[in-house]
T-cell receptor, first 113, second 111 residues
């Protein structure tokens, strides 16, 4: 079974631009979560999508948005990029059961100049 | 709210045993995960504790005390490849059980 995949793996943008990141979950997984990881703050939860609906949301500004498609693939968008948005963005998928484990993708390393 | 504490960094010697502690304060606590993350890579699942007690899985063991809000990850017969960040994460009852992560403990194993 293929793991969680994320594209692109690396991205360089400038302040004010917008960016879209993509995540394909493990086959059969309907829950997709996004995290931002920085050295100072650790892994911070952005949002979770389940069956094309946002089910949970972390404490990030509205510049961070996402969506999920009918095949469970998910995209995350960040508009009006700031220097502080430089981070590793991780996507994780899990099954429908509450006790299922989350499996992470390799992440997208975003650098904002 | 949730508060998860782990040491920032630990060092140990190859072949030794190390214990990484995690304390948490979480309303509606459900369970606790441990993940391993090598530099530049994705976190990988190590263990999941819901009930009190010790769960052993090869060289790694994880312990949970729900009444004390405390867990530890025990690594035996340390190897150089165990140098990584170890993330403690808790889930709450209700909702979709999305884990909230601590800041991680960076473990450095010396020869």
């Amino acid at each position: 079974k293929a793991g969680v995949t994320q594209t692109p793996r690396y991205l360089i943008k400038t302040r004010g631009q917008q960016v879209t990141l993509s995540c394909s979950p493990i086959s059969g997984h309907r829950s997709v979560s996004w995290y931002q990881q920085t050295p100072g703050q650790g892994l911070q939860f952005l949002f979770e999508y389940f069956s094309e609906t946002q089910r949970n949301k972390g404490n990030f500004p509205g510049r961070f948005s996402g969506r999920q498609f009918s095949n469970s693939r998910s995209e995350m968008n960040v508009s009006t990029l700031e220097l502080g948005d430089s981070a590793l963005y991780l996507c994780a998928s899990k099954g429908s059961s509450s006790t299922d484990t989350q499996y992470f993708g390799p992440g997208t390393r975003l650098t904002v100049l | 709210g949730q508060n998860i504490d782990q040491p920032t960094e630990m060092t140990a010697t190859e072949g030794a045993i190390v214990q990484i502690n995690c304390t948490y304060q979480t309303s509606g606590f459900n369970g606790l995960f441990w993940y391993q993350q090598h530099a530049g890579e994705a976190p990988t699942f190590l263990s999941y504790n819901v009930l009190d007690g010790l769960e052993e899985k090869g060289r790694f063991s994880s312990f949970l005390s729900r009444s004390k809000g405390y867990s530890y990850l025990l690594l035996k017969e340390l190897q150089m490849k165990d140098s990584a960040s170890y993330l403690c994460a808790v889930t709450r009852e209700g909702g979709s059980y999305i884990p909230t992560f601590g800041r991680g403990t960076s473990l450095i194993v010396h020869p």
